[in-house]
């Protein structure tokens, strides 16, 4: 059996920095990846906190720490946490998509942006997305997802799982680690004889490989889809902003659409 893991080349600049950081602060898993990709790509020493005080992130003000955290991992924090606002309403906590684009461009003093993907059909759109940043490496675009972990496969794939799926026999799903909105990184694909799958990038270094699992395409697409749901999810295509009219009318070619999407968080707190 053949099998051929490729990563986007140009994460070589943003892997380090992932391992340094370890465990994301609890319920900043956007600002997490936005303060390393700005790290990596921008020079730029921002922490997750700050980026999550230009993203108007919430916190909860209230509840047990086993609500939000996935087993396994204990709470952590950064400089400034207590800063964040906070409501009482779990359900509402986290980031909006639309925070974090105003976040990325203005801590980047407008050098980089996220574009916004939605499309119909995800599996579809993955493979497109997957090839057109192969294809072209210049522009060294990131896919952020922004998906529900309700629908991910178990993070911990045996060796006999990973065989037998990849060459397209059938397999029950492991169950998920954990059922939350979450922001993660679509980092490679793993091909098989018979099938594939995702390479995902985790803020939690103990899902699969420090922190990298692997996903089937039908899971992957469904996190972000969230049917049943009444959240939405999407890909948020980190770029810098020179390159944003360049990439639009391919995406848009690939079916794509560029607009945000409403994870459950607000952008902010009216008082």
Not at 7 to 16: G, H, K, N
Not at 59 to 87: C, H, I, K, M
Not at 157 to 179: H, I
Not at 228 to 247: H, K, M, N, V, Y
Request: charged letters at 15%; proline letters at 9%.
């Amino acid at each position: 059996m053949q099998l051929n893991l490729t990563l986007y080349p140009y994460l070589e600049a943003l892997l380090p920095r992932h391992e340094k950081a370890g465990q994301q602060p609890d319920n900043l898993c956007g600002p997490y990846w936005v303060a390393l990709l700005l790290q990596a790509y921008g020079q730029l020493g921002v922490s997750a906190v700050e980026v999550a005080l230009a993203a108007s992130t919430l916190l909860p003000s209230q509840g047990d720490p086993e609500n939000w955290l996935p087993p396994g991992a204990t709470s952590r924090f950064g400089a400034g946490y207590d800063r964040l606002p906070t409501v009482p309403n779990l359900e509402i906590c986290g980031t909006a998509i639309t925070g974090l684009m105003q976040a990325t461009e203005q801590l980047s003093h407008g050098r980089f942006c996220l574009l916004p993907l939605q499309i119909n059909n995800w599996i579809v759109g993955l493979a497109s997305l997957f090839d057109l940043c192969q294809t072209h490496p210049e522009w060294q675009a990131v896919p952020l997802l922004n998906v529900h972990t309700s629908y991910f496969w178990g993070s911990r794939l045996t060796p006999l799982q990973l065989l037998t799926y990849l060459q397209g026999e059938p397999l029950t799903s492991p169950a998920a680690d954990w059922k939350v909105g979450h922001f993660a990184l679509l980092a490679g694909q793993l091909q098989g004889d018979a099938a594939d799958l995702y390479a995902v990038l985790d803020t939690y270094p103990h899902f699969g490989w420090q922190g990298l699992h692997l996903q089937p395409p039908a899971a992957l697409a469904a996190a972000l889809q969230r049917p049943d749901l009444p959240t939405e999810g999407g890909i948020a295509l980190f770029i810098e902003s020179e390159r944003r009219s360049q990439l639009i009318p391919l995406l848009e070619k690939a079916a794509f659409r560029i607009e945000p999407w409403d994870n459950g968080t607000p952008d902010s707190v009216k008082e």
